[in-house]
């Protein structure tokens, strides 16, 4: 669906719903991880595309405080008070967008309520951040009613704090840096301690397409932590030999072999699939920017093997998924997205060959799993930002 299209799809049910027009618009992409599994809440450094899927909200302003929400990709509506509290805490998706008032509201911002309408391109509970995405569409959308500007990295700050305080999941500030910060024709390669960023251009005749397993992630909460934990364990062991060391990102592979005995072999593995990652990282970037696909192919290559070896978060799902990858026309490499335990890959292929690339992966991954998989061609696309009304 066409931008112009979409609009007028979404003015139409606006008029519908609310019995008025829209007079705000806003969008926000969702991201993939193109390098960097698993090393954000290691304080270490992730590169990753902001996409053309993304989260567009219609709104109109009320009067009485109230914020009421309605998507077109879920049905019901959800009802808020802007200062109502946790105690009126609502449900399903809009959950995002009321952790997001509420934090604006505790900063001392002040917005009417609105009327507003979703509509979502981002498949859901896929790892491509759609949460993080209407969250960041959410902070521009009351910043406008409310007449104030949000600098972007302090937004997104407060849309990691939403979901943190409100919502209650500790994710990193990945999700909603990428969302906010991302631009067009590149990929961004964010220092998670420090949030500063750098942008590593991507070849015009490289396109990102992700590769979505429909692999269930039940377990990836629990294994997520525990994976968490492993880390957080080989840091005080490593902070009692190493003077700074607060994070993986301080410890080097070299002093991680000298003390690797010391460690339990599981928590060994797993931190040394965190340095070897941050060290891919820059990797990719630098690869990305000569246009060096050898070297793309093989960074992707050595990620993968240590998600599945070291971090232990493939699964068989996606094993299948990257032999249908890496065996379909046009392939420059392909790795894990996100967390892993299923969800997305990610495969960069040569840009006049993604059709024949998307019919082969597709027909491969359902022949070898019984599952048809939903593969998307994506750009990298302009963070999140404003919509002429």
């Not at 409310?146 to 999941?169: I, S, T």
């Not at 094993?319 to 960069?348: D, H, K, T, Y």
Request: aromatic fraction near 6%; charge should be negative.
């Amino acid at each position: 669906m066409q931008s112009d299209e979409r609009r007028a799809f979404m003015r139409e049910a606006f008029r519908t719903r609310f019995g008025r027009e829209p007079e705000y618009w806003v969008r926000a992409p969702g991201r993939v991880d193109a390098m960097g599994s698993h090393t954000d809440y290691n304080e270490g450094f992730v590169l990753t595309l902001s996409i053309d899927r993304d989260s567009w909200i219609a709104a109109a302003p009320r009067t009485d405080g109230r914020v009421c929400a309605e998507s077109m990709n879920v049905a019901g509506r959800h009802a808020f008070e802007i200062d109502g509290g946790v105690e009126t805490r609502v449900s399903g998706w809009a959950i995002y967008v009321q952790s997001v008032a509420q934090v604006l509201r505790q900063e001392g911002l002040a917005f009417p309520g609105c009327d507003l309408l979703v509509h979502g391109t981002l498949p859901l509970a896929s790892g491509l951040s759609s949460s993080a995405s209407l969250e960041a569409a959410a902070a521009l959308l009351f910043a406008s009613l409310g007449g104030f500007a949000l600098e972007p990295v302090r937004a997104a700050k407060l849309c990691q704090r939403a979901e943190n305080e409100v919502v209650g999941v500790q994710c990193g500030i990945l999700d909603q840096y990428s969302s906010i910060l991302g631009e067009a024709g590149s990929a961004l390669l964010l220092d998670c301690r420090h949030l500063t960023h750098a942008y590593a251009p991507i070849p015009d005749d490289l396109q990102p397409v992700i590769c979505d397993t429909r692999a269930p992630r039940e377990l990836s909460g629990s294994a997520y932590g525990e994976r968490r934990a492993s880390c957080e364990a080989g840091v005080r062991v490593l902070a009692g030999r190493i003077p700074g060391v607060t994070a993986l990102r301080d410890v080097t592979s070299a002093q991680l072999a000298e003390y690797a005995s010391e460690l339990d072999p599981t928590v060994e593995r797993r931190c040394r699939f965190v340095l070897e990652e941050n060290e891919r990282v820059h990797g990719l970037a630098r690869a990305l920017a000569a246009d060096d696909r050898g070297a793309i192919g093989a960074l992707c290559a050595q990620s993968f093997a240590g998600a599945r070896d070291l971090y232990e978060i493939s699964v068989p799902a996606m094993e299948a998924m990257l032999e249908a990858i890496l065996a379909a026309p046009g392939v420059v490499s392909g790795r894990q997205a996100g967390a892993g335990f299923g969800g997305c890959m990610l495969a960069l292929v040569e840009a006049q060959r993604v059709d024949d690339f998307v019919a082969s992966t597709a027909d491969s991954y359902a022949h070898a799993t019984g599952t048809v998989p939903g593969i998307h061609a994506v750009r990298s696309a302009v963070g999140a930002g404003l919509l002429s009304a």
